[in-house]
């Protein structure tokens, strides 16, 4: 399975961002698939988290309400869409999935995941 994360880039505090990744090389409806990201210095950190069919989902507290994740399994990809966002969201987004997953499952750790996006850096200006 490859990954391929877009979509980040700058914008202003408030502001809103799509992030995509799309995945190739596999079965995609049997992905369980999420969202992480990192900052200098710091671990890999949860940020979402969407099961195979896409019914359900999960984010990280500092997320919640303002970011969504969605996915098209029609189209093979997995999307990000972060709104309000502030300075503390800057970071390297990364997307990743598991071939381990059960059809209901959400994976909260990045030990969780064999496949892993290149990162889309994301910069939140204040």
């Known amino acids: 399975v490859q990954l391929q994360a877009s979509g980040g880039g700058l914008v202003q505090a408030g502001g809103s961002l799509r992030l995509s990744c799309a995945a190739s090389?596999?079965?995609?409806?049997?992905?369980?698939m999420g969202w992480f990201r990192q900052t200098p210095g710091k671990e890999r950190e949860f940020v979402a988290a969407?099961?195979?069919?896409?019914?359900?989902?999960d984010y990280s507290d500092s997320v919640k309400v303002r970011f969504t994740i969605s996915r098209d399994n029609a189209k093979n990809t997995m999307y990000l869409e972060m709104n309000s966002l502030k300075p503390e969201d800057t970071a390297v987004y990364y997307c990743?999935?598991?071939?381990?997953?059960?059809?209901?499952?959400?994976?909260?750790?990045?030990?969780?995941?064999?496949?892993w996006g290149q990162g889309t850096l994301v910069t939140v200006s204040s």
């Open positions: 090389g596999g079965r995609f409806s049997n992905l369980g």
């Open positions: 990743a999935a598991t071939a381990r997953a059960i059809l209901s499952g959400l994976y909260y750790r990045a030990s969780d995941y064999q496949y």
């Open positions: 969407i099961n195979r069919g896409g019914r359900f989902t």
